[in-house]
């Protein structure tokens, strides 16, 4: 598919409750990858990489209750989150995006030095009543254009109502 400039390819979540696309490159992420990038418990449910251009997109249905007017609390609470960890390193401050198709609430930020720095867009949306948590991951050098990847990609997100009983949501992050 050809979506302004990037060609990109379709992907389905959730039984086809979730649909976006991605940029074309990105593939399920390999078991050792992901491992490696999420030396957590609890890791993402679906972890999609570009490993030629080290980028990752990450997508989890939550099971925590979220409706559309809560969206943009709860990236600020994120973000909050964040900044006590990483004190200085927010880029983008949490807003909402609800001229976008879904609405979306985000923020954007730095790990480690540049260069050789990750950055990093955090992105929650209401799935069903339940948050869907996102992640984009890439180095540092390459923000300007993750910017514009994350917002192809939130901007081809559509949402199809299903009963809840074909969902899997997680239990909790």
Known sequence: MQNEGIQTQEISLWDDVFQTELPTGFEIAAEELIKQKFPYITKP??????????????????????????????????????????????????CCLDRIGVNTGYFSFLTGGIPNGEYHIIFVME?????????????????????????????????????????????SL
């Open 127 to 171: 799935v069903q009543d339940r948050m869907m948590l996102g992640t984009y991951h890439c180095n540092a050098d390459y923000e300007k254009q993750a910017k514009d990847v994350v917002l192809k990609i939130l901007k081809t997100t559509k949402l199809c109502k299903a009963e809840r009983s074909w969902m899997i949501i997680r239990d």
């Open 45 to 94: 449910e679906f972890v999609f990489s570009n490993e030629q251009n080290r980028q990752i997109v990450t997508f989890s249905l939550l099971h925590k209750e979220l409706r559309s007017e809560q969206i943009e609390s709860a990236i600020r609470e994120i973000q909050r989150m964040v900044a006590h960890r990483y004190p200085g390193n927010i880029r983008d401050y949490a």
